[in-house]
């Protein structure tokens, strides 16, 4: 299947600073990828679509100001989590979505996981 | 999107198959049935999809019912690497953002 990559793979920081997080898509094109987040023993709850070009969907509840996503180019997303706190530490998920004759998949990175001090 | 219905964990023996209920009684005609799994700390992984027939590749079977209200997953002989989180998604395959919903899917154990 399709490759995602997601770096970094793990990130611990202070409270109060940014952390970027990458999600490329190695062998296609991706016009949309997903950004999840996910707590301990919880389901992935989506927070926001990426579309190249234009500006990202977010989920409702999620702060748009709070977690910036960039869309820039085919290939990669990034979701700038601003001013983290320790209540944003959590598991990161990016997902890319293959078009045609894929039937609409999903491929996953292998997330990221952000804790905050 | 359809709503699923999942048990919330199941075990199985090592070298037997696996059989993942799903429930998806509103489903619509243009929805297709998606499985995913996660292993522990790991980004979710694609298995299989089907519309109304039945679906097999390298990893798993798809059983969907006559009627479609119903699927189970089969994986044909468990082995302890496939001990993870199952999610059955149903959703259309086009006409939509794209966006996957997870439910809280069945965790499946498998034991020596």
């Known amino acids: 299947g399709a490759v995602v990559s997601q770096h970094p793979s793990r990130v611990i920081c202070k409270s109060g600073t940014s952390v970027k997080i990458e999600c490329r898509s190695l062998?296609?094109?991706?016009?949309?990828m997903f950004w999840y987040r996910q707590f301990p023993k919880k389901s992935l709850m989506l927070m926001a679509t990426?579309?190249?070009?234009?500006?990202?969907?977010?989920e409702q509840g999620v702060e748009k100001d709070k977690f910036l996503i960039n869309h820039a180019s085919l290939t990669l997303s990034t979701l700038t989590v601003t001013s983290a706190h320790p209540e944003d530490s959590s598991f990161y998920i990016c997902?890319?979505?293959?078009?045609?004759?894929?039937?609409?998949?999903?491929?996953f990175g292998a997330g990221t996981r952000l804790s905050v001090l | 999107d359809a709503k699923t219905t999942q048990p919330p964990s199941m075990d199985c023996a090592e070298g037997r198959a696996a059989n993942l209920p799903c429930n998806h009684s509103?489903?619509?005609?243009?929805?297709?049935v998606y499985w995913y799994r996660q292993i522990h700390s790991q980004g979710p992984q694609y298995i299989i999809h089907?519309?109304?027939n039945n679906e097999t590749n390298e990893m798993a079977s798809l059983i969907i019912t006559e009627d479609r209200k119903s699927s189970t997953l089969i994986l044909p002989h468990a082995t302890l690497r496939d001990t993870a989180v199952y999610y059955c998604?149903?959703?259309?395959?086009?006409?939509?953002?794209?966006?996957?919903?997870f439910g809280q899917g069945t965790t499946l154990q498998v034991k020596p």
């Open positions: 998604i149903v959703r259309a395959i086009s006409g939509n953002t794209g966006k996957l919903i």
């Open positions: 509103t489903i619509s005609g243009n929805e297709y």
């Open positions: 990426s579309n190249e070009g234009s500006k990202a969907t977010y």
């Open positions: 062998d296609f094109q991706a016009t949309t």
């Open positions: 089907g519309l109304k």
């Open positions: 997902s890319a979505r293959v078009l045609g004759l894929a039937k609409n998949i999903q491929y």
